[in-house]
Each structure stands twice: as C-alpha cells, then as structure tokens.
C-alpha cells in the first residue's frame, strides 16, 4: 500500500481556524470521494502556531496506478480544484512505509519532520541513515505509542525525502518529551547532518476513514 502525504498552507486571507473549518467540513467530504481512496486521515497543527504548513492530508491507495488514477477522476480533480482555491503553498510526495512501534492505544496527537536529505546523501544512502542507524536512537524515546518512517523511495525528486510521526497519549506529552534534552540532541546531533533541511509539527489526526 502506497501513502500519500500533501501538506497545506492556507491562503493568507484566512485565519487558521477559518482553514480547519474549510477543510473538515467542505473539502473532507470531495477527498473521501476520491476512487480507490482506502484511507483517510487529515492531521492539522494542534498548538496554534503560524507554521510552515497548517496541516497535512494523509491518503493511502493500494499502489501508484490506483493513486494516480484516483487524482486524474472527476472527484479527484474536483478535490484539487478546492485545494487550490484555499492554500498559498502545497507539497504532496508518495512514500512507503516503515512500521517500528503500534501499541494499539489511542494517539491522536503527533509530531511530524518533514525532511529533505543534505545534498550529499543518495536516496538509498539517506534511507540506510534513517532505518538502519537513527530509529535505533528514536526508540528510545519514553511513551511513544507509535512511530513509523515514511520514506519517498522512487518517483521524482522534490521538496521532501521523508517523514518521521511520533505519536503519543495527548499534547501535553508530546511536548514534554519531544522537547527533552534526549531528544533535541537526537535532532541536533543526527538529524541536522543528514538533512538540508527539517519542518517540524505538532498535529492533531482527524481520521475520516
């Protein structure tokens, strides 16, 4: 199964809340339309702050044929249209996934890095950094409810080579851990050497289906 993440930006005549309302009641309902759309989740900013993105839309297909013909249908263009209409910047990258904590207990709050690879690194170099040496040190991490590593392993290079989603129990904990001396150094010592560039968010998922 394939993931699509598109990350918005909402046009700068709207306030943040007046882009929330937008997109889980207007245009929640034209995505979920969209032809061999299995699932469905739109996670959008949980602390406020006037980021780089306001949220992301997370959209799984079986494969790449049935993602791209879902986009090129009526609905799916419909959807697109609405989009447009209502953000100032979008990014949308296809990636794998890769599972290593699920503990099956609620997680609706989460920390999402986006990161682009340092221009020295391959794709399968980057990817090798990530599975086989930094997630060592991200299990670590105390009350993670779940983790995986979305990686963009094909298709054409863009803005983003990656995402990590660390979950936990609330926004509280979150925070508290995220913004542990353990974990700024994980993100200061290894991360920033390997990446050109890091977009951090604290998200709230909004499972449609």
Same mark, same amino acid.
């Given at each position: ?14 306030? /943040? /809340? ?5 997109? !889980?009641?207007?245009?929640?309902? !034209?995505?979920? %339309? ?6 469905? &989740? ?21 494969? &790449? ?37 699920? &503990? ?5 709050? %989460?920390? +999402?890095? +986006? ?53 936990? %129990?609330?926004?509280?904990? !979150? %925070?508290?851990? &995220? ?19 890091? +977009? ?10």
């Amino acid at each position: 199964m394939r993931k699509t993440m598109s990350f918005l930006k909402r046009r700068a005549d709207m306030s /943040q /809340q007046e882009f929330f309302d937008w997109w !889980l009641s207007e245009h929640r309902p !034209l995505g979920s %339309k969209i032809p061999g759309l299995r699932h469905y &989740t739109i996670s959008l900013v949980a602390d406020g702050a006037d980021a780089e993105f306001d949220g992301v839309a997370e959209l799984w297909f079986d494969d &790449t044929a049935s993602a791209q013909a879902g986009y090129a249908s009526p609905e799916g263009q419909a959807a697109r249209a609405s989009g447009q209409a209502h953000t100032s910047r979008r990014e949308s990258v296809e990636l794998v996934e890769h599972k290593f904590i699920d &503990t099956g207990e609620p997680a609706p709050f %989460k920390m +999402i890095s +986006i990161l682009k690879r340092a221009a020295s690194l391959s794709r399968p170099e980057f990817k090798t950094w990530w599975l086989d040496s930094h997630v060592a040190m991200v299990l670590e991490f105390p009350e993670l409810r779940h983790y995986q590593v979305v990686l963009a392993e094909d298709g054409p290079d863009g803005a983003i080579d990656g995402c990590a989603e660390l979950s936990f %129990k609330d926004l509280e904990t !979150l %925070k508290r851990v &995220t913004s542990s001396d353990q974990v700024r150094g994980v993100q200061q010592n290894d991360s920033a050497s390997h990446a050109s560039s890091i +977009i951090r968010m604290y998200v709230e998922k909004h499972p449609v289906f």
